[in-house]
């Protein structure tokens, strides 16, 4: 077994960093973020050094998943926009069943290989557990926010049907602007 990487080995702060700058750089520019990353582990009090080919090596796996990541996103938004929004829960359920199984099989064959199981794979699989499960919550939001916004279509509809037919009915501009904000809500 191949030993690991140092960057494997970086705390979980730094790592964390070392993700982020490479999404925000495109992955790519790897000697300034060797350079910067070394000069923090420097200022941590920690005597490791990265070079630029270790980070380059991360970088080109971390890319790769978090393409993959990106592809799984997009096929299941496009999936849950095909089928609307109504049964949002229901897909949402049935994506997390799905990785609970994906996990739960990738555990078993490689505990069934004799392999051990990397802790890092375990938290990105929780991670996206945690993903899919706040996904759930913004999609409730957005459901309510389109039933609000429609129901206040409707009362502004209403009202511009009330100041409409107010001249045909002989109603006061008083009386019409009552009518009105009542309609509306306002004050």
């Keep these: 077994m191949p030993p690991r990487s140092k960057v494997d080995m970086l705390p979980s ?4 960093w070392l993700k982020e700058t490479l999404k925000e750089n495109g992955f790519s520019g790897y000697e300034q973020i060797a350079e910067t990353l070394n000069e923090r582990l420097a200022e941590d009090g ?5 070079q630029k080919s270790a980070i380059h090596a991360y970088g080109q796996k971390y890319e790769t998943f978090v393409k993959y990541q990106e592809e799984a996103s997009a096929w299941a938004a496009d999936w849950m926009q095909d089928q609307g929004l109504e049964d949002e829960a229901k897909r949402h359920g049935v994506l997390f069943q799905m990785l609970t199984s ?5 555990m078993k064959d490689r505990m069934a290989e004799g392999a051990e199981i990397d802790p890092k794979e375990l938290h990105f699989i929780g991670r996206m557990m945690k993903d899919i ?3 759930s919550g913004m ?27 107010s001249k045909q009915l002989g109603l ?5 602007e009552a009518i009105k904000k009542s309609i509306l809500g306002v004050d």
């Design 13 to 16: 702060e730094l790592r964390d």
């Design 172 to 176: 006061t501009a008083d009386t019409v």
């Design 46 to 50: 920690l005597s490791v050094r990265i």
């Design 133 to 135: 499960m706040a996904s």
């Design 102 to 106: 994906l996990a739960f099989k990738a």
């Design 139 to 165: 999609r409730e939001k957005l459901i309510e926010d389109e039933r609000d916004r429609l129901a206040k279509e409707i009362r502004e509809n209403a009202a511009e049907e009330v100041v409409a037919n």
